[in-house]
């Protein structure tokens, strides 16, 4: 049998965690661009693009192509640009979550291609800014 006291807690449990994640009002963000990396095609970011869209925040998965960074960093984040422009035209700000690659390219574009006008927010994840010794052995121009 449950006792009263029991459920309180119960409840309560459920309650506070509830609480810590509540839906905001109005999102920070309304529009953010998912940048995959190496190998990918962006599938990886489906689930937060899901979770993201149904907080009214307007996702944007572009592909890098070629994936394998073999046309150069450089390459790859004038065609990212070509693409945000494409999707949110020129002025509108966005935020930008990369993974890996994503975030070396993500970071071109925001420093040498004058994304970072229009960029609020830029968050990376496992990307590698001070370089790494396998990308030396990798083909193609990727790793300059």
């Given at each position: 049998m449950?006792?009263?006291?029991?459920?309180?807690?119960?409840?309560?449990?459920?309650?506070?965690?509830?609480s810590c994640h509540p839906q905001p009002s109005e999102p920070r963000y309304q529009r953010v661009v998912l940048v995959h990396g190496i190998l990918e095609d962006g599938k990886?970011?489906?689930s937060l693009k899901t979770r993201l869209e149904t907080h009214g925040i307007e996702c944007f998965v572009p592909r890098l192509k070629p994936n394998t960074g073999s046309?150069?960093?450089?390459?790859?984040?004038?065609?990212l640009k070509c693409d945000i422009d494409e999707k949110f035209g020129?002025?509108?700000?966005?935020?930008?979550?990369?993974?890996?690659?994503?975030?070396?390219?993500?970071?071109y574009y925001l420093q040498?291609?004058?994304g970072?006008?229009?960029?609020?927010?830029?968050?990376t994840i496992s990307s590698p800014h001070h370089g790494t010794k396998a990308a030396r052995f990798f083909p193609g121009r990727?790793?300059?």
């Amino acid at each position: 049998m449950i006792t009263a006291r029991f459920f309180q807690l119960f409840t309560g449990i459920f309650a506070t965690a509830a609480s810590c994640h509540p839906q905001p009002s109005e999102p920070r963000y309304q529009r953010v661009v998912l940048v995959h990396g190496i190998l990918e095609d962006g599938k990886a970011f489906e689930s937060l693009k899901t979770r993201l869209e149904t907080h009214g925040i307007e996702c944007f998965v572009p592909r890098l192509k070629p994936n394998t960074g073999s046309s150069g960093l450089d390459t790859l984040a004038e065609n990212l640009k070509c693409d945000i422009d494409e999707k949110f035209g020129m002025e509108d700000p966005i935020a930008i979550v990369a993974f890996s690659m994503g975030g070396l390219v993500s970071r071109y574009y925001l420093q040498k291609l004058d994304g970072a006008r229009r960029c609020e927010t830029f968050i990376t994840i496992s990307s590698p800014h001070h370089g790494t010794k396998a990308a030396r052995f990798f083909p193609g121009r990727g790793a300059l």
